[in-house]
């Protein structure tokens, strides 16, 4: 009878220890994306990138600090997209804010200490065409991130039903910028459902998104699979942020 009990009591120890290890490492992951929350939201843009952004686009002061805002709302996103187990990448639904990455990037000491400490690598920008997720999923990517509970304390911004990163074009009046409304948004839905239900599960979207995002890199894996942010991302026309 030991000789039974023994090798059971054994796995059951195993199993044990086994399920209190992963558990750790699902509060270990969670607590550093709720500290790299925190530091995206409490950020300070360097004053030049602000200075940039208005030269370069002609946005007033007022202006051009809601498109920071709707940077850090990216960025936040791209964090948040380490828990998704659909899409790869993050699009961008916004020129204005696009505009605003780009001219941080420039910044190039202060985009890389940023990155750093935010997403644990360097956040690329690369061309769309180069994305391995197509534009309307990455899209509907990034909205499924504002569907979700914000990581940190502070809560998504919003501009009545419709995400800010998703909003500002219109708000501002952007040229060239990307209009999206309600209906934009459902067709959005509408997609990243097709998405989940043709993995067995997520959604995805159509939209005119311009970069991606991929959140493969940073040494954090979701449960489950799916995106890690971090390193080797991508931004460009008709993507998001994307790994590399």
């Given at each position: 009878m030991e000789e039974i009990?023994?090798?059971?009591?054994?796995?059951?120890?195993?199993?044990?220890?086994?399920?209190?290890?992963?558990?750790?490492?699902?509060?270990?992951?969670?607590?550093?994306?709720?500290?790299?929350?925190?530091?995206?939201?409490?950020?300070?843009?360097?004053?030049?990138?602000?200075?940039?952004?208005?030269?370069?686009?002609?946005?007033?002061?007022?202006?051009?600090?809601?498109?920071?805002?709707?940077?850090?709302?990216?960025?936040?996103?791209?964090?948040?997209?380490?828990?998704?187990?659909?899409?790869?990448?993050?699009?961008?639904?916004?020129?204005?804010?696009?505009?605003?990455?780009?001219?941080?990037?420039?910044?190039?000491?202060?985009?890389?200490?940023?990155?750093?400490?935010?997403?644990?690598?360097?956040?690329?920008?690369?061309?769309?065409?180069?994305?391995?997720?197509?534009?309307?999923?990455?899209?509907?990517?990034?909205?499924?991130?504002?569907?979700?509970?914000?990581?940190?304390?502070a809560q998504w911004a919003?501009?009545?039903?419709?995400?800010?990163?998703?909003?500002?074009?219109?708000?501002?009046?952007?040229?060239?910028?990307?209009?999206?409304?309600?209906?934009?948004?459902?067709?959005?839905?509408?997609?990243?459902?097709?998405?989940?239900?043709?993995?067995?599960?997520?959604?995805?979207?159509?939209?005119?998104?311009?970069?991606?995002?991929?959140?493969?890199?940073?040494?954090?894996?979701?449960?489950?699979?799916?995106?890690?942010?971090?390193?080797?991302?991508?931004c460009g026309g008709g993507?998001?942020?994307?790994?590399?």
């Amino acid at each position: 009878m030991e000789e039974i009990l023994f090798p059971l009591l054994l796995i059951a120890v195993v199993a044990v220890a086994g399920f209190a290890w992963t558990a750790i490492k699902r509060k270990r992951r969670l607590a550093l994306l709720q500290s790299r929350a925190k530091f995206i939201q409490q950020y300070s843009f360097p004053a030049e990138l602000r200075n940039r952004l208005q030269r370069n686009t002609g946005l007033d002061l007022a202006q051009s600090g809601r498109v920071l805002e709707g940077l850090r709302q990216y960025f936040l996103a791209c964090l948040s997209a380490q828990r998704s187990r659909i899409a790869r990448e993050v699009g961008m639904p916004s020129k204005a804010v696009d505009a605003a990455w780009h001219e941080f990037i420039v910044l190039t000491k202060e985009y890389q200490q940023f990155c750093d400490k935010a997403f644990g690598k360097y956040l690329h920008h690369t061309p769309g065409a180069m994305m391995a997720t197509p534009a309307s999923a990455a899209l509907a990517n990034t909205l499924h991130q504002f569907r979700q509970p914000a990581i940190g304390p502070a809560q998504w911004a919003m501009l009545g039903t419709v995400p800010l990163l998703f909003a500002i074009d219109r708000e501002l009046g952007f040229k060239d910028g990307h209009m999206h409304d309600e209906s934009t948004i459902h067709q959005l839905e509408a997609t990243r459902q097709m998405q989940i239900a043709s993995m067995g599960g997520g959604s995805s979207a159509s939209g005119d998104g311009d970069h991606s995002w991929s959140s493969s890199d940073s040494g954090i894996s979701p449960d489950g699979g799916g995106s890690s942010c971090g390193g080797g991302s991508s931004c460009g026309g008709g993507g998001g942020c994307g790994g590399g």
